[in-house]
């Protein structure tokens, strides 16, 4: 799968469904080049359902919607992801909109910039498979989106130009819509001559009196806050914290994942540790050579520093993260609260792991957990800040804390620099699109359960005192791990799912299923990855990882890994590969 071919498959599909649309902005070397966005405009009523069939194009060529945002009302701006047969990952940005809006104020219609749309043709004289608005409709629009946005290179002016000189006079009258006299000439003469350098530099004087000729109304005004206050509600940004031993790779994987290419993210920023209130992202932190060295304080002092972190925590992320990612930003965070109990020493805490394990329980959780892993004999070659027995014990002890939290990622860090920033890429790239999926309603898998399996479900999730109790007894189910919003249970009755459990997507789990710990008392449990299917009465037990689209057949017994696309039956038997 490539662009081209993604893109092409989703004209087909709204040519089919008869949808009228068009591609604004510069399309001369769509669908086989693209650049940068490909802009779409529909009518308003058939946005959620234009982006329900982009999400189902892309699910049916093996990608994922990773991203939806509401940037302005009546428009969603969807990032697809999928990987290539190298690892590397590539992504499309497609933007819908109906009404023509920028920052509350209603700039065209949607009726307008559809009323004369035409094929696209290419330099050679054939159709290109989509349609655009009238030369002078495209002029406007995309005359207007730089303008506004203060931003006119020289390939942009080049297509204006182009638009313009297929319809001059309807340029013009456009241009009337908008500003005054002084300004249309100027634009005029730059248009037609293609020369942009006179109107580069008045960029913010022809901003502000498109903006003065189109002043707020009421409507629009409304919906402008509905739109702010649905994007406070259901951030679109993610907070990821990076955890594993010195000599793991943490700040070289960090540093990849912030400077690179993200359209998936509007931004992206770091922080060490916590988000240190009056001091976010100025300090640089200083690396520590000797982490052990101090001792440890007093019981008095150490409880003091878990009180101030837990506050600083819990009122950094709600002064600082949280607008953070309501602005759809990627927060990478090296080490976060939980390395107070995996490596006290550094933090020269002497007091009670109790006192810290109570602590956690008011600070925010990340969305991601990325826990870097490696030998102990590679750890100290990178790093020999502490013991080869000490690391060994930071080492089991992330994996530990890796298999007790929720959407936690182990990668190894043995491998080279480029291919873990890919996977741990990948990794956040699932997160966002299951939170995606979430927000937007993408999962209606889930509608094929039945209402009993609602029902038990919805109580399951909730933990609503005695009747949660009474549900579980009722359909004589132990179902206490977090539960994706696509799961599937046909028949919900005596299955058993341990809370450290963790689900993938569009997993499917028939009845009498136990998924759960092996040894008495250990905390840990199975891993299922994406589009698994467990049969009747299996069984499985352990930290073990069930790879993407396996089959455990009814009655089977796991306790071992088991790879992707494959059959089990029996006790850890693989019989035949599924198809991929």
Excluded at 397 to 412: E, M, P, R, S
């Amino acid at each position: 799968m490539d662009h081209s071919t993604l893109l092409q498959d989703l004209f087909r599909l709204l040519d089919e469904r008869a949808i009228a649309y068009c591609v604004v902005g510069d399309w001369r070397d769509l669908p086989k080049l693209i650049t940068g966005d490909v802009d779409l405009v529909v009518e308003p009523a058939k946005i959620a359902a234009t982006v329900r069939w982009i999400h189902d194009v892309a699910t049916r060529a093996g990608a994922r919607v990773v991203q939806c945002l509401e940037h302005e009302q009546g428009s969603r701006y969807l990032v697809i992801a999928w990987t290539r047969p190298d690892g590397q990952i590539e992504t499309l940005a497609i933007d819908v909109c109906g009404d023509y809006f920028r920052v509350g104020r209603r700039m065209l219609r949607a009726h307008e910039i559809l009323a004369e749309r035409r094929a696209a043709v290419g330099i050679d004289g054939r159709g290109l498979g989509f349609t655009v608005p009238a030369a002078s409709v495209a002029f406007i629009y995309y005359l207007v989106k730089r303008i506004d946005k203060r931003s006119l290179n020289e390939r942009q002016g080049e297509y204006l130009t182009m638009e313009w000189r297929a319809n001059p006079e309807g340029a013009v009258e456009q241009l009337d819509r908008f500003w005054g006299p002084e300004h249309v000439a100027l634009l005029a003469h730059a248009a037609a001559n293609g020369e942009w350098g006179a109107v580069r530099a008045a960029l913010p004087q022809l901003r502000a009196a498109l903006r003065w000729r189109l002043p707020y109304s009421l409507l629009p005004l409304l919906g402008e806050l509905r739109r702010r206050w649905r994007r406070v509600r259901s951030p679109s940004g993610l907070l990821v914290a990076v955890l594993g031993a010195d000599g793991s790779g943490k700040s070289s994987v960090i540093a990849a994942l912030a400077s690179g290419s993200r359209p998936e993210f509007r931004r992206a920023t770091t922080l060490h540790l916590r988000p240190r209130i009056g001091s976010f992202s100025r300090k640089p932190h200083r690396a520590v050579s000797r982490p052990h060295a101090a001792p440890p304080r007093g019981r008095l002092l150490s409880s003091a520093k878990v009180l101030l972190f837990t506050l600083d925590y819990l009122v950094g992320y709600w002064v600082k993260l949280r607008p953070r990612l309501v602005r759809s930003t990627l927060i990478l965070c090296d080490r976060y609260f939980d390395d107070l109990l995996i490596d006290p020493r550094r933090y020269r805490y002497g007091g009670s792991p109790l006192l810290v394990r109570r602590a956690r329980w008011f600070v925010p959780r990340p969305d991601l957990w990325l826990v870097l892993d490696a030998p102990v004999h590679l750890l100290q070659a990178r790093k020999c800040e502490v013991s080869s027995v000490e690391a060994a014990r930071q080492r089991e002890a992330y994996l530990q804390l890796a298999a007790t939290q929720k959407h936690t990622v182990v990668i190894d860090s043995t491998q080279p620099l480029v291919t873990v920033v890919e996977q741990a890429r990948w990794a956040i790239m699932e997160r966002l699109s299951r939170q995606t999926a979430r927000r937007m309603g993408f999962t209606v898998r889930a509608e094929q359960n039945p209402i009993t399996t609602r029902a038990l479900l919805f109580f399951c999730r909730h933990r609503i005192p005695a009747l949660s109790r009474f549900m579980r007894v009722l359909f004589n189910c132990d179902i206490y791990c977090e539960l994706p919003p696509d799961l599937l249970v046909p028949h919900p009755y005596g299955i058993v799912i341990h809370s450290a459990a963790r689900l993938g997507a569009r997993v499917t789990i028939m009845q009498q299923v136990t998924i759960g710990s092996k040894d008495p008392g250990a905390s840990v449990a199975p891993v299922l990855s994406d589009d698994v299917y467990v049969g009747a009465g299996a069984r499985i037990l352990g930290a073990v990882r069930i790879g993407d689209g396996a089959v455990i057949g009814a009655n089977a017994v796991v306790t071992r890994d088991v790879p992707a696309h494959v059959t089990v039956v029996g006790a850890n038997r693989i019989v035949r590969r599924s198809a991929a």
